[in-house]
């Protein structure tokens, strides 16, 4: 009975429609595969925890980040927090019509948005990294987009990390697409990301994530409430209303505002990654000098690439490797 009002639909039919209503890049993932492969098992996150019954498939989209704000160097610029978040609106206003539509062809969808987190989870401690429903980044790589690099961001062929992502789960009898086996990420001989990163939180396939939060939310939830502890533990009411007034204040409620240093923030790792058809022609000439380059991480790095190098599997790279692909480094080996 329902099959009489459920259009007959392509993959291609569907990738199509999504770059039509705006997304650059669009793949999908079979939910069954991604319920059997959680990226951190201890913690799952799978399709079939969102919908019981319109989970089969995870369409997952990509819009391009601006290049213009890529290429300005300061990790804390306003510009570049406003520009992303105008481009995360767009791609969720993609992701809404690509719903409608396949709701129109007879398949019920609903989106999985980027920053949305599972309230459940809160613990009550602002600082605790907080993952989103469903890690869009492996989502991702399982619908054939890419692989995760040296700090596990999703790097793309064509923008290479300079993406931002959405998901459209429907149970459309959709033909998935299939993963990247080779490795995108150039490894520790690279390393850029690392260089870059001014919070120097990346290891080897591995980053910190509480310490990366406090610089890709950077006027996010855990700094709003250390902000208003700090008034409340402030003697004087004029010295309160001081702070109320200052530049910090003013840049939580710009944040509130519009999400932007909130679901956006630094992306230096992002910026300065050489991979991506994008860098060589519109961003190496701005971006190859990385100002936060430092004997120690220099270091580091040296000491990956003699891993490498050896033959050594880092943890990281164990526990992700599904999603990293095979190394260029590994196979000289
Ligand atoms: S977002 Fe910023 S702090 Fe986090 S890993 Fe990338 S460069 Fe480092
Ligand atoms: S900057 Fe280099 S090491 Fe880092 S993710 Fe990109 S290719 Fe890999």
């Known amino acids: 009975m329902v099959a009489v009002y459920q259009a007959p639909l392509t993959s ?5 429609k999504a770059l039509e209503l705006g997304a650059d890049l669009a793949g999908i993932a079979d939910g069954a595969v991604m319920n059997d492969h959680p990226p951190d098992p201890e913690h799952p996150r799978r399709p079939s925890d969102l919908s019981d019954f319109d989970a089969g498939r995870v369409i997952v989209l990509a819009r391009r980040l601006n290049l213009g704000t890529t290429r ?44 949305h987190v599972d309230p459940w989870r809160y613990q009550g401690d602002p600082g605790e990294h907080r993952s989103p429903l469903l890690s869009l980044e492996h989502a991702a790589v399982e619908a054939g987009l890419g692989t995760l690099g040296l700090n596990l961001q999703l790097l793309t062929p064509r923008f290479g990390p300079r993406v931002t992502l959405s998901a459209v789960l429907c149970s459309a009898p959709l033909e998935p697409d299939g993963r990247m086996e080779q490795a ?43 902000f208003l502890g700090r ?28 999400g932007s240093g909130v679901v ?13 058809g994008d860098y060589e022609a519109l961003l190496a000439d701005a971006l190859e000098e990385i100002p936060e380059r430092t ?25 992700q490797r599904r999603w990293i692909g095979e190394l260029p480094d590994r196979e000289e080996t």
């Not at 291609?12 to 199509?16: F, R």
């Not at 004087?236 to 509130?256: P, V, Y």
């Not at 490498?308 to 990281?316: I, K, L, S, Y």
Request: glycine content about 6%; overall charge negative; hydrophobic content about 35%.
């Open 12 to 16: 291609e039919q569907v990738k199509q």
């Open 72 to 115: 300005i160097l300061p990790w804390d610029e306003r510009h570049k927090y406003y520009n992303d978040e105008l481009a995360i609106t767009a791609l969720e206003e993609t992701a809404l019509e690509l719903v409608l539509w396949l709701e129109d062809q007879g398949y019920p969808a609903l989106i999985v948005p980027p920053s």
């Open 184 to 226: 995108l990420c150039l490894g520790p001989s690279c390393g850029r990301c690392l260089l870059a990163c001014p919070g120097d939180v990346i290891g080897h396939f591995a980053r910190d994530w509480p310490a990366c939060d406090r610089y890709r939310s950077p006027h996010g939830f855990a700094q709003l409430t250390e």
């Open 231 to 258: 008034v409340i533990e402030e003697p004087g009411k004029e010295a309160q209303k001081k702070m109320l007034r200052s530049e910090e204040s003013f840049n939580l409620w710009q944040s509130i505002l519009r």
């Open 264 to 276: 956006t923030g630094c992306r230096r790792c992002q910026d300065v990654c050489p991979v991506g």
């Open 295 to 319: 004997p120690e991480k220099e270091a580091r790095l040296a000491a990956m690439e003699k891993e490498a190098a050896a033959g050594a599997e880092p943890p990281g790279y164990h526990a």
